[in-house]
């Protein structure tokens, strides 16, 4: 069965303190992994796609990773704005199947 | 552009009510889906629109129905609402199937006694 796992639950870093968040999947055929980041009381918002093992995207403080299994999100010097529930998701051609999600907290 | 809206933000229902989720996007996109997001589990896919007069069910489809008279509005309706269906319901679009970004409306958070 395809699966999408994300680790750890939830991460507390001081503002500043770097750190990765990983998705970890098994599917067949991937067709494209998403992260999408989701604030408290709103809809998920995107982030990257990656297509590819060893594909990497980046955009501000985030840098996202793909290998065969598995990929990280990984925060550099994050800022209490960066406070949200990251999501991973896979496209396994009808449908996207998302993980749990990492609840990150930053604290100043 | 307003993206995608969802309407209501909230609602209670009574068990064996019916009721209709209200989705619309203003992005001319063609794919446009439901999902439903609980604690510990992730948003999972419940019905899906390729286009306008095409739907299809996702993971966990049963007590909802759907259908997709508009490129724009795509309602998802509960026949007959059961506690289990208490949850967050998002709608979602994107330009062109699952490979592509998907733009998700505010959700809806609905509660049923």
């Known amino acids: 069965e395809d699966q999408v796992t994300q680790s750890p639950e939830a991460l507390r870093l001081q503002e500043g303190e770097s750190s990765s968040l990983n998705c970890s999947y098994t599917?067949?055929?991937?067709?494209?992994l998403f992260w999408y980041r989701q604030d408290p009381g709103k809809g998920p918002e995107f982030l990257f796609t990656?297509?590819?093992a060893g594909e990497e995207k980046e955009k501000e403080r985030l840098k996202a990773t793909l290998t065969k299994k598995e990929s990280f999100l990984h925060i550099t010097a994050p800022k209490p704005e960066d406070s949200a529930t990251y999501l991973c998701?896979?496209?396994?051609?009808?449908?996207?199947?998302f993980g749990s999600g990492t609840r990150l907290q930053v604290q100043p | 552009n307003a993206g995608v809206t969802q309407t209501p933000k909230f609602q209670v229902l009574k068990t064996g009510q019916s009721m209709t989720l209200q989705c619309a996007q203003d992005?001319?996109?063609?794919?446009m889906s439901w999902y439903r997001q609980d604690p510990g589990m992730g948003l999972r896919l419940i019905h899906y629109?390729?286009?306008?007069?095409?739907?299809d069910q996702g993971e966990v489809p049963n007590g909802y129905n759907v259908s997709r008279s508009t490129t724009e509005d795509f309602p998802l309706r509960l026949l007959s609402a059961a506690p289990s269906q208490t949850s967050v319901y998002f709608c979602?679009?994107?330009?062109?199937?699952?490979?592509?970004?998907?733009?998700f409306g505010q959700g809806t958070r609905l509660t049923v006694v």
């Open positions: 629109s390729v286009g306008a007069g095409i739907t």
């Open positions: 990656l297509y590819s």
């Open positions: 599917v067949s055929g991937l067709r494209g």
């Open positions: 998701a896979v496209n396994q051609g009808r449908a996207l199947t």
């Open positions: 992005m001319n996109h063609e794919y």
């Open positions: 979602a679009s994107s330009y062109s199937g699952q490979n592509t970004e998907a733009f």
